[in-house]
């Protein structure tokens, strides 16, 4: 069965950088877009960056542009997400996710989405 497994959550400091794992098994990961979603109390779940399986089309939400960056490593069947330059407002529970669709988009949020990560919670202190 499809599994997503993040890790790499914690707490730092505002300014500083967290690089966030997700282990895929279960099916042919390089078939698949990947995405990144975070969520905070009381926010509708968040699409941060999303990745083709070639890793030629990346898109980021302007929240994010030129801080993070999503990655991966089709050999290792892992998606990364490194962020940078954190602030407060980036605290939030991420998730990382399986796009369904065979074209990877910012637009079409968690409609798109077939299997969910279980969630690693992110914490930035001001």
């Known amino acids: 069965q499809v599994q997503l497994v993040e890790s790499g959550g914690g707490s730092v400091q505002a300014g500083g950088s967290l690089r966030l794992s997700c282990a895929a098994s279960g099916y042919t990961y390089s078939r698949y877009c990947m995405a990144w979603f975070r969520q905070s109390p009381g926010k509708e779940r968040e699409k941060v960056a999303v990745i083709d399986p070639e890793s030629r089309y990346i898109y980021y939400a302007d929240s994010v542009k030129g801080r993070f960056t999503i990655s991966q490593d089709n050999a290792k069947n892992t998606l990364y997400l490194q962020m940078n330059s954190m602030k407060a407002e980036d605290t939030a529970m991420y998730y990382c996710?399986?796009?369904?669709?065979?074209?990877?988009?910012?637009?079409?949020?968690?409609?798109?989405?077939?299997?969910w990560g279980q969630g690693t919670q992110v914490t930035v202190s001001s």
């Open positions: 996710a399986r796009e369904r669709l065979n074209y990877c988009s910012l637009e079409t949020g968690a409609r798109s989405v077939d299997y």
